[in-house]
């Protein structure tokens, strides 16, 4: 069964540290979408791609985040510096495109950042 | 502003005590809800998706529905397995005009055998 992969599972690094996620969607799946979810919230958008075009970064603290998709497949989110207050799960998740009726989205396992 | 509020925060069952979770939501421009679970330290697993008021869709020992203003997550008879947090979320268009999910808080279900 297809899946969205992540790496690496877990990243501890210090404070203003450069980190980087990346992450490998369902092949086929035009739309990507990175989340963040504090521990007992719900996943909060952060970005999302239609192919290799941001569609929306309304949410992405672009002061240190930057997020890309150059050839459209895979993706990079990046975080420089890091601060206390990005520990978090990074979640990606692909769906095939935003038209779709159905959007279903599927979610990767999830980046867990711990910054010290 | 959109919001999406599930209740409880946490919910103790005994194995084979149904009950029903909640997921309120004001949001302009609803395209869908969606139903997720997450087991801790992964990433959501897709449910159910719901369009229109008066649907229904079912999987195991789990049934969505959907009103105008709410959706409800019955579990029948959950098993300690079903323990997880559900995650519930609208699909509207934000004020970019792109199409995505915002989540609720999650309940957090536990099943005692």
């Known amino acids: 069964e297809a899946e969205v992969a992540q790496s690496p599972r877990y990243k501890i690094t210090e404070k203003s540290q450069a980190v980087a996620f990346w992450c490998d969607p369902i092949?086929?799946?035009?739309?990507l979408y990175w989340y963040r979810q504090i521990l007992g919230q719900g996943p909060e958008l952060l970005v999302q791609f239609q192919d290799e075009s941001v569609v929306d970064d309304s949410q992405l603290p672009k002061d240190r985040f930057s997020a890309e998709r150059l050839k459209g497949v895979d993706s990079t989110l990046k975080i420089q510096p890091a601060e206390l207050g990005d520990s978090a799960m990074y979640l990606c998740?692909?769906?095939?495109?935003?038209?779709?009726?159905?959007?279903?989205?599927?979610f990767g396992p999830g980046t867990r950042l711990t910054v010290l | 502003e959109d919001q999406v509020t599930q209740s409880p925060e946490a919910l103790r069952l005994q194995e084979g005590e149904s009950s029903s979770l909640n997921c309120s939501y004001t949001?302009?421009?609803?395209?869908?809800l969606f139903w997720y679970r997450q087991d801790p330290g992964k990433g959501p697993e897709f449910l159910f998706t719901?369009?229109?008021a008066g649907e229904e869709k079912e999987k195991e020992r789990l049934k969505a529905t959907l009103t105008k203003k709410e959706s409800f997550l019955h579990i029948t008879a959950p098993k300690p397995e079903d323990s997880a947090t559900y995650l519930c979320a609208v699909l509207r268009v934000d004020q970019t005009g792109a199409n995505n999910l915002f989540f609720g808080t999650g309940t957090r279900l536990t099943v005692i055998p």
């Open positions: 998740a692909s769906s095939l495109e935003t038209s779709h009726f159905h959007n279903e989205q599927f």
């Open positions: 719901l369009y229109s």
């Open positions: 092949s086929g799946h035009a739309t």
């Open positions: 949001v302009s421009g609803l395209r869908g």
